[in-house]
Every structure is written in C-alpha cells, then in structure tokens.
C-alpha cells in the first residue's frame, strides 16, 4: 500500500469510528410510543396530551397512543410508569399531584418523584378557576363569601378527586378566607363538571383546560381566578388576590416524565421533540382556547419547577392536616 492509499484507509477509520453509522443514528424511535395519562378521558390532563401527541407523531414518525390509567390520586398511572421499561417507550403527563402534592398525602408512597422518573420537560400551566352553578345565589365574589360564611359546612364543593390541585386550591382557599365547605370529590373532571353545571353540587374551583368552553357557553358563572394576573380568556373574571385573597395563587402544571434511567440522548430527543410541539402554531392556538400557557425548557427547569411546587404545597397539606391513607 502506498502511502497515499495508507493515508485515505487511515482517513476513512477515523470517520468511520467519529461518526456513528446511520441505522445507529436516529434509531430511536422504532416503534410506538404509549403516553400514560393519569386520569379519564374527556378532562384537561387527557386533552392536553392528545393534542401534543398528534403533533409529535409526525416529528417522531412513530405513532404515540394515549393509555388513560386513572385511580389513586394518580398513583396508578405513576407506578405503572414507574416500573415500565427505561426505554422511552412509556412516558406520562404529570401534574401537582405525582410531582407535588402524593409525597405529602400518603405516608407509604411506592414511589419518589425525585428519584424514580427521569424528568422530560415541562408542558405548561393553567389556572383554576372557583366558578358556581348559575342557579346558586351568588352573582360575584362578594356575594358568594357572605353565603357560604352564613352557613359554614353546608355549601358542597366539587373536586376531581381527592389530593387534586382543584381539592387542594379549594383547601388553601379555606385556610386563606376561613370560610368551610364540605367536599365531594369525583373521579376526574368530565362527571365533576357536569354535577357543578347540573347544580347537583354548586361550587368548583376548575381548570381552564377543561372548563373552559362550559364557562363561555354561561353553564358555570366564574368569580375569581387564581393566577398572578387576569386571564386573557376572562378578562372581566379578577384574579384572587384583586379580590383581598392573599398568596392564593392556584394552578396546574403539566410535564412528561419517563421511569428512572432513560438514556441521555433518548431524553435529549423526547424534550426537542416536546419543545417543537409548543412551538406549534395550531397547538399554540388550541391551548390559547382554553387559557394554557406553554412552559418549554429544559429536564432540569422542569424539576426545578416541580421541586419548588412540592415544598410549596406540602405545607399547605401539613398546616391543614390533610392525608389520603
């Protein structure tokens, strides 16, 4: 070999060994995708989802299924993520109350939120909104505290289920105003919703991811919303600090998680991907219909933000003394 072909051979092993070859690349992914929801079908968890999903399987070019896995506070779509293959073929939306809210309530928890996901990135927020029945004798805020402060305890309200952000926004709302209501969770947000509309139960504090086409079609009237600042979706709602309700600020988030030891560079694809679909136009305009605001970033901004919300809230539930077991 001459050494004009020696240094060609020796070129070409350099690039070979530098760069990985192609079926090595972009090998994931090479199959389905299953996104474990943690609650019905029909609310804002599961909406949220389905509508990232669709925009992520063309970027993907797998198809990415929807698995509703409701029960326990979330704990059964949590586990069943938390034990599933690190592969990054089961993923899940989380909330407040996998990554904020079970450490506190439950004494024995078969999983650590710090410990046993690999966090993805986060999706967004969006605020609660304490709205009633249009039949219940209160047409503002001023007029529904003086009711339910003249009958304490016999005013029922509404949740999702117990350890949600809607019970727990309407625990803090309590221990802000001293006012009490009696609760009546429900198991999810679609039957939750229709009892509130049907006037079987009057009060709900409610997502606008899913409520928020009930509140424009007049069937709940909102009195207050619980973020910083007013809603462009309901500019004539005041939030509830306007309102005299001080550090009552009440919301949502969503992220993707995946089970402990997910591969870096399966991660790193997952949150591009997940980022590009926030970046969506027709996502962008389908979250703006019911009041969410995308939060795209990085893994570690999501658990920073998930950690914070945790320490925030397990006070909440220790100064109120509230458990689930």
Known sequence: MNRRHFLAALTASALATAIPPASAQGSYPAQLIKWVVPYPAGGGTDNLARTLAESMRATLGQQIIIDNRPGAATNIGAEYVVNAKPDGYTVMSADNGVLAFNEHLFRKLAFSPEKDFSYIGAIGKFPLVLVVNPAFPATDFKTFMERVRAEPGKVDYASV??????????????????????????????????????????????????????????????????????????????????????????????????????????????????????????????????????????????????????ARWGEVIRANKISLD
């Open 161 to 310: 289920g117990n350890g949600s952000p809607h019970h727990l926004a309407m625990e803090l709302f309590q221990s802000r105003t001293g006012v009490r209501l009696t609760h009546v969770p429900y198991r999810g947000a679609a039957p939750a919703m229709q009892d509130v509309m049907g006037g079987q139960v009057p009060v709900m504090f409610l997502d606008l991811a899913s409520g928020a086409s009930i509140i424009k079609a007049g069937k709940v009237r909102p009195l207050a919303i619980g973020s910083q600042t007013r809603s462009p979706l309901l500019p004539d709602v005041p939030t509830l600090a306007e309102l005299g309700v001080p550090d009552a600020e009440v919301f949502a988030f969503q992220g993707m998680l995946g089970p402990a030891g997910l591969p870096a560079p399966v991660v790193a694809r997952l949150n591009q991907e997940l980022n590009a679909a926030l970046g969506n136009p027709a996502v962008l305009k389908r979250f703006a219909e019911f009041g969410f605001e995308p939060l795209p970033g990085t893994p570690e901004e999501f658990r920073t933000l998930a950690r914070a919300e945790s």
